[in-house]
C-alpha cells in the first residue's frame, strides 16, 4: 500500500525526535496503526498497539476507569484520553494515540454516527482529548479518523 503522506510525516518526526508511539484503538480497528506501519522504516517507532473495540478490552486491557465507562460510556474524550494514556504506559511509548467514536451506519451510545475522540499523550504527560465530527459512510468515517488522529500528533510534534 502506499503510505498516507501524513503517516510518513509523523514516521520522520518520531524517528527525528528519537521517540515511539503506541495506539489504542476502538472504531478504527487497526487502521491507525496500519496507517503507521505502511510506512517504511515504521519499526524505528512503532511499538504496537491495542484494538480494544468492546468496551470491557478498553476497562481490563487498557485500564479504562469502569466508573468512567459505566457513567459516559466508550465513546466520551475522558475515556479517549485514558485510553491514550494507558497505552503509553502499556506498551512502553513515548507517545499514545487512541480512537473512540461511531462509525456508524446508525447511532451508538445515543450518540451519532461520525461522533469521535482522538485522545493523545506524550512526554510530559500533556492529556488532550479532540472532538470530531466527521460525515460520510462508515469507511468514511473510519478513514477520517485516522487521518485527524495523525494530523493532530503532527501539530503536536511540531509545537
Same mark, same amino acid.
Given at each position: 500500500?502506499?503510505?498516507l503522506?501524513?503517516?510518513?510525516?509523523?514516521? =520522520?518526526? %518520531? =524517528?527525528?525526535?528519537?521517540?515511539?508511539?503506541?495506539?489504542?484503538e476502538?472504531?478504527?480497528?487497526?487502521? $491507525?496503526?496500519?496507517? $503507521?506501519?505502511d510506512? /517504511?522504516?515504521?519499526? *524505528?517507532?512503532?511499538?504496537?498497539?491495542?484494538?480494544?473495540?468492546?468496551?470491557?478490552?478498553? @476497562? *481490563?486491557?487498557?485500564?479504562?476507569?469502569? =466508573?468512567? $465507562?459505566a457513567e459516559?460510556?466508550?465513546? *466520551? /474524550?475522558?475515556?479517549?484520553?485514558q485510553?491514550?494514556d494507558?497505552? @503509553?504506559r502499556? %506498551?512502553d511509548?513515548d507517545?499514545?494515540?487512541?480512537?473512540?467514536?461511531?462509525?456508524? +451506519?446508525g /447511532?451508538?451510545?445515543d450518540?451519532?454516527a #461520525?461522533?469521535?475522540?482522538v #485522545?493523545? *499523550?506524550? +512526554? #510530559?504527560?500533556? %492529556?488532550?482529548?479532540? /472532538? $470530531?465530527?466527521?460525515?460520510?459512510?462508515?469507511d468514511?468515517? =473510519? @478513514?477520517?479518523?485516522?487521518?485527524?488522529?495523525?494530523?493532530?500528533?503532527?501539530?503536536?510534534?511540531?509545537?
Amino acid at each position: 500500500m502506499t503510505p498516507l503522506p501524513v503517516a510518513v510525516e509523523v514516521v =520522520r518526526l %518520531l =524517528r527525528e525526535r528519537g521517540e515511539t508511539i503506541a495506539c489504542a484503538e476502538s472504531l478504527t480497528g487497526g487502521l $491507525l496503526c496500519a496507517a $503507521l506501519v505502511d510506512v /517504511p522504516g515504521a519499526s *524505528d517507532v512503532v511499538v504496537g498497539g491495542v484494538v480494544s473495540y468492546a468496551t470491557r478490552v478498553k @476497562r *481490563d486491557v487498557l485500564g479504562v476507569d469502569a =466508573r468512567l $465507562l459505566a457513567e459516559h460510556g466508550a465513546v *466520551d /474524550p475522558g475515556t479517549a484520553v485514558q485510553m491514550a494514556d494507558h497505552v @503509553r504506559r502499556l %506498551l512502553d511509548a513515548d507517545w499514545g494515540l487512541s480512537t473512540t467514536g461511531v462509525a456508524g +451506519p446508525g /447511532p451508538s451510545e445515543d450518540k451519532p454516527a #461520525g461522533t469521535v475522540f482522538v #485522545g493523545l *499523550d506524550g +512526554p #510530559g504527560h500533556r %492529556l488532550q482529548s479532540e /472532538p $470530531l465530527h466527521l460525515d460520510g459512510d462508515r469507511d468514511a468515517v =473510519r @478513514r477520517g479518523t485516522v487521518g485527524a488522529a495523525l494530523s493532530s500528533l503532527v501539530a503536536r510534534l511540531c509545537e
